[in-house]
Every structure is written in C-alpha cells, then in structure tokens.
C-alpha cells in the first residue's frame, strides 16, 4: 500500500542508499548534494522536509521515495512545482502515478493553488509519460534551459489546473 507521509528520523539510511543511485539522481536537481551523506539526510528529515506540500512515499512501511510541491513566490503564489524521485527498484510499478494524484488531489483540496507544474529533462521520456499518464498537459519546450554536469538540456514543462 501506497501512503504519503512526513519524514522519519529511521528514513536516514533509505535516503542515503537511493539518493547515491545514480539512475535516480541522473535528472535530480544539483539541490540535492553528491555524494549524499548522511548529515544531508539528517538535514533533510529534520528541517528540508518540513514544508506542508513534502511527503515521503512509503510502500508497506518502507521509504521509496519523494514528492513535493514547492509554492511559487510573489505574483506566483497560486503556483506550485512538483517534484519527484523513487527508488530504482520500485520503477514501472504505478507508485509515482499515485503519488502524484494524491499529493495534487491534497494540494487542491487543501490549498489556494491553482496550477501544479512540472519541468522534466529532456531525455527523461518515463518522467513525462508519468505526468501525463497522471493528467498534466505539455505546455513548453524550453530550449537549452537546464545546464547539468556540463551539458545542456531542454526544460519541457507540463501542468495541471485544479478542475472547476
């Protein structure tokens, strides 16, 4: 069973494990650090997670992986990025579609947030077959917007509207 929670101090070790897979890390933001550490993970349980939109997602107990939406600021305030990363191992199995409906069905629910947006690696097909298969819509390509390990990439940016 699938369950979106807050982070756990015994999440520290899981952390560590998938976030040093580079097959998981390979389209994660530079935020995240590498190698990652220990003391990131305790940094991460203890304040970096602490927003209302960041959840661990839990399979029968176990941390698998991550999901967020991070508020935008000032004009963009009714604006949220969604986040996403999971354990290699728990790839093609339907988790992260869920994870994503629940967190943006909560967001909507639960907050002022209208549109829910995410921007994907170009390379990175599964992600944006993900967000679609959980009902974003492409809106952009944007051309060498993200530069990563010396290489550039195109941004596509895909969003959904919380439904009328």
Known sequence: MITLRDFESGDAQRLVTILNDSAVNAFLSTK??????????????????????IKAI???GVLVGCIGVN??????????????WLAKDHWRQGIMTQAIQKLTAQVFANTDIVRIF?????????????LLNAGFELEAILKHAIFKQGQFYDS????????D
């Open 156 to 163: 596509h940016v895909f969003a959904k509207l919380k439904p």
């Open 118 to 130: 995410g921007c994907v690696f170009s390379g990175n097909q599964p992600s944006m077959q993900l």
């Open 71 to 84: 508020r935008g600021d000032f004009e963009y305030q009714r604006s949220g990025e969604i986040g996403y």
């Open 32 to 53: 995240i650090p590498l190698p990652y550490k220990h003391e990131d993970a305790l940094w991460w349980i203890e304040e970096g997670s602490r927003g209302e939109l």
């Open 58 to 60: 839990s399979v029968d």
